[in-house]
């Protein structure tokens, strides 16, 4: 048995890897307090704290308003979101991962901790968020290197059939939009820190704490419920509640002025983005300590599907922010629309341009497109095949903008697809996969069961085919989470015929198992978070292959 550590190379020198997280911080809390004694910045009469020796902190807020019971439009909704998402990740080529293979040890798992609904990484910490056993919304943060308990924090603004959903943005003092904080990953998706900024700065000298200057900021909401503006709103006092992500104190506690708002961690910014009399989305971008607004943007974004209206979310990618509200509206980081799509973002109806995976700098340009979404899937498809395309750099991207033109233009559907060729077209293949990667000269598609089909990225010839048979002589009943690179292998997380849970390195060259890994038996899905793997079960948050 091998154990993997994982660790993102830099952009600037691909060959010289991040060290992993630093051994851990210096005493959490601030010095200009007493344990048991009050933080200097909580507002009066809003909120208190209260320290303990292990550094854990309450955030005591009072809700207003009944708790009511969930409504069936919520499940609607999330499912929109979802489809959505699917095909918006196409677009993100995860960071390259660096996979050692050390002689010896006692397996993947480095630590575990109590799960919560949500979780986010970044600034050293492991972040998970959500409703608790006790009926009231709770945070809590762990060092990501070592699982270290940082703090802990409940929400009492959130009921039992209420709903608490956060993020964590980035503490580094100039980080913007595409320098690698968290929710910013997608704007330099190949190289960057993504959700880890900083991370590795915690102890050493002259380094910040772990957390920094980065606050996690949430979305609290006491009970989950319809509105008449269009049932997808939520009843009850809904706050902004924002805390330091170094210490858990509370850094401030906003009513929202809307019940649908929405959050996006931007650098060390968040992003506001809620519906406004009239049917607008109003988009604003603020700093996430003070609050100040940078500035405030109205988008027509707002439009049914054939599930109903949507809730207005934002998304950032490539640099840009996506507004979603059902129309899709894309910003500059200043808040002005962009005129024509972008070549490369994500969008249902348009290709989708994908770098390598690698990090390397290819010759041409890969588009993938769900089939089913953004139109009718094919006769006897089940929605989850792809069409590829493969052209010479610049061309696909150039075709994508044309594609999203001609819709924009309500051009029919031939006139979009013949947009949406590549000028420079070497290939198409049309293939069922759930993901894509570009990796080590090949084009490797993957299904929802793991298995792995390889192209030739210059002529899109299939190269081979393989699947858990052929590296462990077991077939897959499943798989954990999308497939990963490590820039050299195609990490594949599955569940095989016997129940057991593991972690597969393809060679992309052979499609043959490097190596094979058995995951913690309890572990349900695995997926990317910042510089790590990590693995949900039912009740914890798994990190793997971490020292």
């Keep these: 048995m091998h154990e993997v550590e994982l660790v993102e190379r830099s952009d600037a020198d691909r060959g010289d890897a991040l060290a992993g997280d630093a051994a851990g ?39 207003a308003g009944l708790v009511v019971v969930a409504a069936l439009a919520v499940g609607t909704v999330r499912d929109a979101r979802a489809d959505r998402a699917r095909a918006a990740a196409l677009a993100l080529a995860p960071a390259v991962l660096d996979a050692v293979d050390p002689a010896g040890g006692s397996g993947l798992e480095r630590w575990r901790r109590p799960l919560l609904d949500g979780l986010v990484t970044g600034d050293g910490l492991v972040v998970t968020f959500g409703v608790t056993a006790a009926g009231r919304g709770g945070v809590a943060a762990y060092d990501a290197a070592t699982g270290e308990p940082r703090w802990d924090a409940d929400v009492d603004a959130v009921g039992p059939q209420g709903e608490l959903t956060c993020v964590l943005t980035s503490g580094g003092a100039g980080a913007r939009l595409g320098d690698g904080g968290p929710g910013a990953a997608a704007a330099d998706p190949v190289g960057r820190a993504g959700g880890d900024a900083g991370a590795g700065a915690g102890a050493g000298a002259g380094g910040r704490a772990v957390g920094g200057d980065a606050t996690v900021a949430c979305v609290a909401v006491p009970a989950v419920g319809k509105e008449a503006w269009g049932g997808l709103g939520r009843r009850g006092d809904v706050r902004v509640v924002v805390l330091d992500a170094a210490t858990g104190t509370l850094v401030r506690d906003d009513p929202a002025d809307r019940s649908d708002v929405h959050l996006t961690a931007l650098g060390p910014d968040l992003v506001v983005t809620r519906t406004v009399p009239g049917g607008a989305v109003r988009v604003t971008r603020e700093d996430a ?15 049914a599907d054939a599930r109903g209206p949507q809730q207005a979310v934002a998304r950032v990618e490539r640099g840009l922010l996506v507004v979603d509200a059902g129309a899709v509206r894309v910003l500059d980081a200043d808040g002005d629309a962009v005129d024509a799509w972008p070549a490369g973002v994500a969008r249902p109806d ?7 995976d690698d990090g390397s700098e290819p010759d041409l340009t890969l588009t993938a497109r769900p089939e089913g979404v953004g139109g009718d899937p094919a006769e006897g498809d089940d929605g989850s095949s792809m069409t590829l395309r493969a052209g010479d750099a610049g061309d696909a991207g150039d075709a994508g903008a044309e594609a999203a033109d001609a819709r924009a233009a309500d051009a029919g559907p031939e006139q979009a697809d013949a947009g949406a060729e590549p000028v420079g077209e070497r290939w198409t293949a049309r293939t069922p996969a759930d993901s894509v990667l570009v990796v080590g000269g090949r084009v490797v598609t993957a299904s929802a069961t793991g298995a792995l089909t390889a192209r030739d990225a210059e002529s899109g010839d299939v190269l081979w085919a393989s699947d858990a048979t052929t590296w462990s002589g077991s077939r897959a009943s499943a798989g954990l989470g999308a497939v ?19 972690l597969v390195a393809v060679d992309p060259v052979d499609g043959r198992a490097a190596w094979t890994a058995v995951l913690p038996p309890d572990v349900r899905s695995v997926e990317r978070a910042g510089r790590r793997l990590l693995g949900r079960t039912a009740t914890e948050v798994v990190a793997l292959g971490q020292d």
């Design 484 to 502: 990963q690179t490590d820039g050299v292998h195609v990490l594949v997380p599955l569940v095989l015929a016997d129940g057991s849970p593991v």
């Design 289 to 303: 300590r003070s609050g100040a607004e940078a500035w405030t943007s109205d988008v027509d974004a707002r439009a």
């Design 25 to 63: 911080p210096g005493p959490g809390g601030s010095a200009d307090r007493a344990p048991g004694g009050t933080r200097a910045g909580a507002r009066a009469g809003g909120a208190f704290v209260r320290r303990h020796r292990v550094r854990r902190h309450r955030v005591r807020l009072v809700a």
């Design 350 to 356: 348009v290709p989708v341009v994908l770098a390598a």
